[in-house]
């Protein structure tokens, strides 16, 4: 299946640094997706970035996107306590199929 | 606000009672879809609706199904609730398939 995988699975940092999260992806995509859920919660759309772009900026966020290595990576900085949840990479595929594929995600705490 | 609602948000079943959980949106986007997510996992597109077309995941068990009766609702029916089907549903919707998808909060299925 296109399912990304996320890397690291879980990850603690200490409140003001940043995070760095990363997703791979198997097959060409139309655009990539981060979202947070916070836990027992639905999901919240953070940023889109589309296969001809290569970086997008949002607030604290970053995301990068190389399409010839089919990796993205999400990068908060100054991070806060508030940051702590699940966040997840989703990919549209080049096929037009209407639908998004999750990412396994990855655990961020923030440490106070 | 525009946004998606789910009732309930907790939901406890009898193994075997058919339970309706349900979804509704105030966006007026045209695609709505359902999603299953278990502890820990990615969330995993049961099925969705362009408009009044409807689409469903190969994998998707028949004990699963979905009706969409105007724009702005959409119901899972779970036929024969078996205790694997204890998850997280979440409803989402998007104006444009594929594109960003807005979440609802969840409604959490207990099966006894």
């Known amino acids: 299946s296109q399912q990304g995988e996320e890397d690291p699975q879980a990850l603690s940092i200490q409140e003001g640094e940043n995070a760095t999260m990363n997703c791979s992806y198997k097959t060409s995509i139309n655009n990539l997706q981060w979202y947070r859920q916070n836990s027992g919660r639905g999901l919240v759309h953070l940023i889109l970035i589309r296969s001809n772009e290569r970086e997008k900026h949002s607030g604290r966020l970053r995301v990068t996107l190389d399409t010839s290595k089919k990796s993205s990576s999400l990068l908060i900085t100054a991070s806060r306590a508030a940051d702590t949840a699940s966040y997840f990479c989703a990919t549209e595929t080049n096929f037009g199929n209407e639908k998004l594929t999750f990412g396994t995600g990855t655990r961020l705490t923030i440490i106070p | 606000d525009a946004m998606v609602i789910q009732n309930p948000r907790y939901q406890v079943t009898q193994f075997g009672k058919p339970v309706t959980l349900s979804c509704s949106q105030t966006l007026n986007h045209n695609v709505m879809y359902w999603y299953q997510q278990k502890s820990s996992q990615a969330p995993k597109l049961l099925f969705h609706?362009?408009?009044?077309?409807?689409?469903n995941e190969a994998d998707t068990p028949d004990n699963f199904q979905s009706r969409r009766p105007n724009t702005s609702f959409c119901f899972l029916d779970i036929r024969s609730p078996g205790l694997g089907d204890a998850a997280m549903y979440l409803c989402a919707t998007s104006l444009i398939a594929g594109e960003t998808q807005y979440f609802g909060p969840g409604t959490r299925l207990l099966v006894l």
């Open positions: 609706y362009y408009d009044k077309d409807f689409n």
